[in-house]
């Protein structure tokens, strides 16, 4: 009698996350209990699916005479062990066929999972399969993503597993190509597809696998894959993805639906433990299973990191992910990044920068700028508006036991109409303490500030003066002929991210020191954070009255003492 081990394995794992001996989401737990209702749903004569062991299993059997191609387990020439999640999602996803006609049940897959719980060797594996083992005649089986990048690491993925696995290669007569896999037993191919390739029609899809949807911004590579499919029988299109910022993405309807989907699991659960909020939607050709944490769900516990992480204690480490949770506690800019990748919970992309709590302890009120005469000093101007606030900071640096420390003067101009017209009611009470310096009339007087860039260059070694060259290139040119060392600074992501993930860091840990200037405080708490896919983080402000003129002069200063000005593209949206 066959024992069907994969098949116990994943109704193990069921019963554990349904009795709650394995900490799940709502959504992990109505994917089972979907899948408990649809076993005892296909007794019924008018139920049109029902369950295959055999086909089930067939596919585990599979992945698990893959290699790992990375890590230690790869170094030491193991196999894929299948966990009791994995086992679930194949099991579940390959084993429902139509009563009549024999064809696969699930047509679409979503899984939503965290970083580093092995999805790309799932996808990579479940591919190959779908290449030889399917018995599907000529299948097409396609790596798809918005760039070439993305898309061949799925791809490069399978390609290192069949390279590894030389009897696979030889059954199935494998020819691994650059650009793909060739099968010759059943004239397949498979190969990574992108939205710049040469061209995306005429596919008949067999299998889609649509790595990070989250990062695609628009419906384009998921449409061509979701009509390329429709010409097969028993085609599945498998997106797999982490959360991500872009709620208005292909990624984030797909999660939404899926929720929809479960929450009618749910509703007809009379058990559920879950109050039902939200759209339902009934779709039997769709699975999908999202591991994340419940709202409310304290994202600084550690029982929420192992809740959102399957393979928790296997590929995902709790001291590593300890680390990086502690990073995030501490860093601001951090979080939204644990969030998404770790935690799988979609985030908005902007967020507040900096700890203003941390921010104000690191006031010394009896700092002078007169203690630093003589001293080494960088300086930046952010002067992007005329008619508005224009910012100057001054950056200097001691060694204190070794250790670099940054103090932080900051010089504001205004005009005067400004002054007297703004909403802004504190601009008279700054005006009047000195914290803002005004020129007369209607425009910033750029005289003003050429004459304190003369008077610093007097009273300190000016290495440079950063500055946008889209916003003060004449003034550049005047101060570079009274040799002033302008130092063009392109507003950038990539002259931003480094420097404000460093001012964040240096304010966190006091070594960065500041005089108390409202003003600078002001712009400071006015940053929000912006990140992008690439996790670069860059500042923001969400009302054009908030503004970050002196924050933006600060980073920029820094970004100055750190490395120097890059070249970019040129950053906008300030």
Same mark, same amino acid.
């Given at each position: 009698?066959?024992?069907?081990?994969?098949?116990?394995?994943?109704?193990? #794992?069921?019963?554990?996350?349904?009795?709650?001996?394995?900490?799940?989401?709502?959504?992990?737990?109505?994917? @089972?209990?979907?899948?408990?209702?649809?076993?005892?749903?296909?007794?019924?004569?008018?139920?049109?699916?029902? &369950?295959?062991?055999?086909e089930a299993e067939r596919v585990c059997r599979f992945l698990e005479l893959m290699p790992h191609i990375k890590g230690p387990k790869a170094r030491d020439g193991e196999l894929i062990?299948?966990?009791?999640?994995? @086992?679930?999602?194949?099991?579940?996803?390959?084993?429902?066929?139509?009563?009549?006609?024999?064809?696969?049940?699930?047509?679409?897959? &979503?899984?939503?999972?965290? %970083?580093?719980?092995?999805?790309?060797?799932?996808?990579?594996?479940?591919?190959?399969?779908?290449?030889?083992?399917?018995?599907?005649?000529?299948?097409?089986?396609?790596? !798809? !993503?918005?760039?070439?990048?993305?898309?061949?690491?799925?791809?490069?993925?399978?390609?290192?597993?069949?390279?590894? *696995?030389?009897?696979?290669?030889?059954?199935?007569?494998?020819?691994?190509?650059?650009?793909?896999?060739i099968s010759a037993c059943n004239d397949g191919i498979f190969r990574p597809l992108s939205r710049d390739a040469d061209t995306q029609d005429g596919l008949n899809i067999h299998f889609g696998c649509l790595d990070e949807v989250h990062a695609?911004?628009? %419906?384009?590579?998921?449409?061509?894959?979701?009509?390329?499919?429709?010409?097969?029988?028993?085609?599945?299109?498998?997106?797999?993805? *982490?959360?991500?910022?872009? %709620?208005?993405?292909?990624?984030?309807?797909?999660?939404t639906y899926?929720?929809?989907?479960?929450?009618?699991?749910?509703?007809?659960?009379?058990?559920?433990?879950?109050?039902?909020?939200?759209?339902?939607?009934?779709?039997?050709? &769709?699975?999908?299973?999202?591991?994340?944490?419940?709202?409310?769900?304290?994202?600084?516990?550690?029982?929420?990191?192992?809740?959102?992480?399957?393979?928790?204690?296997?590929?995902?480490?709790?001291? #590593?992910?300890?680390?990086?949770?502690?990073?995030?506690?501490?860093?601001?800019?951090?979080?939204?990044?644990?969030?998404?990748?770790?935690?799988d919970v979609w985030v908005n992309a902007d967020q507040a920068w900096m700890d203003m709590q941390a921010w104000k302890k690191c006031a010394d009120y009896g700092l002078s700028i007169d203690d630093f005469a003589g001293d080494d000093c960088i300086e930046a101007l952010d002067l992007a508006s005329k008619i508005d606030l224009a910012s100057k900071i001054r950056l200097l640096q001691r060694q204190i036991d070794g250790v *670099?420390?940054?103090?932080?003067?900051?010089?504001?101009?205004?005009?005067?109409? !400004?002054?007297?017209?703004?909403?802004?009611?504190?601009?008279?009470?700054?005006?009047?303490?000195?914290?803002?310096?005004?020129?007369?009339?209607?425009?910033?007087d750029f005289e003003t500030v050429e004459a304190g860039l003369l008077e610093d260059k007097n009273s300190f070694s000016v290495t440079d003066v950063a500055y946008d060259p889209w916003q003060a290139t004449q003034l550049a040119q005047r101060m570079s002929e009274k040799d002033v060392p302008m130092r063009e600074y392109r507003q950038t992501v990539q002259n931003f991210s480094e420097a404000m993930k460093e001012l964040e860091a240096l304010v966190l840990s006091g070594r960065l020191h500041h005089d108390g200037n409202p003003v600078l405080e002001w712009c400071i708490s006015n940053v929000v954070c912006h990140t992008d896919a690439k996790d670069n983080i860059y500042p923001r402000k969400e009302r054009v009255e908030n503004k970050i003129d002196g924050a933006v002069s600060l980073i920029m200063a820094l970004g100055v003492a750190l490395h120097g000005a890059e070249q970019g593209f040129v950053y906008e949206g300030m």
């Open positions: 009698m066959a024992s069907y081990p994969y098949i116990r394995k994943a109704q193990r #794992y069921i019963k554990d996350v349904l009795s709650g001996k394995i900490p799940a989401s709502w959504q992990v737990v109505a994917a @089972c209990r979907r899948q408990q209702q649809d076993l005892a749903r296909s007794k019924q004569k008018k139920w049109p699916y029902r &369950f295959d062991k055999e062990e299948l966990e009791g999640w994995q @086992c679930f999602i194949l099991t579940t996803v390959f084993g429902w066929l139509h009563k009549k006609t024999g064809f696969r049940r699930f047509r679409r897959s &979503f899984i939503g999972v965290p %970083r580093g719980n092995a999805k790309s060797t799932l996808s990579s594996g479940v591919a190959l399969f779908m290449l030889t083992a399917d018995g599907e005649p000529g299948p097409e089986v396609y790596s !798809a !993503a918005t760039t070439r990048d993305q898309a061949k690491i799925v791809f490069g993925d399978a390609q290192a597993m069949t390279r590894k *696995t030389p009897p696979l290669a030889r059954k199935y007569g494998l020819d691994v190509q650059q650009r793909g896999i695609h911004k628009t %419906r384009e590579v998921y449409d061509v894959v979701e009509t390329g499919a429709g010409k097969r029988d028993q085609s599945l299109i498998w997106a797999i993805t *982490t959360a991500g910022s872009n %709620r208005s993405g292909i990624g984030y309807e797909l999660w899926l929720e929809a989907v479960l929450r009618k699991v749910l509703a007809d659960w009379e058990e559920s433990p879950y109050p039902l909020k939200g759209d339902q939607a009934e779709d039997e050709q &769709f699975f999908g299973i999202i591991y994340t944490i419940d709202d409310g769900d304290d994202w600084t516990d550690p029982a929420s990191w192992q809740k959102a992480n399957p393979n928790w204690g296997v590929s995902v480490m709790p001291d #590593y992910v300890a680390g990086l949770a502690n990073k995030a506690m501490q860093l601001a800019s951090a979080q939204n990044n644990f969030k998404t990748k770790h935690l *670099t420390h940054y103090y932080a003067f900051a010089t504001f101009y205004l005009p005067q109409r !400004a002054v007297d017209e703004a909403a802004n009611a504190q601009y008279q009470g700054w005006a009047i303490d000195g914290y803002l310096q005004t020129t007369p009339g209607d425009v910033t």
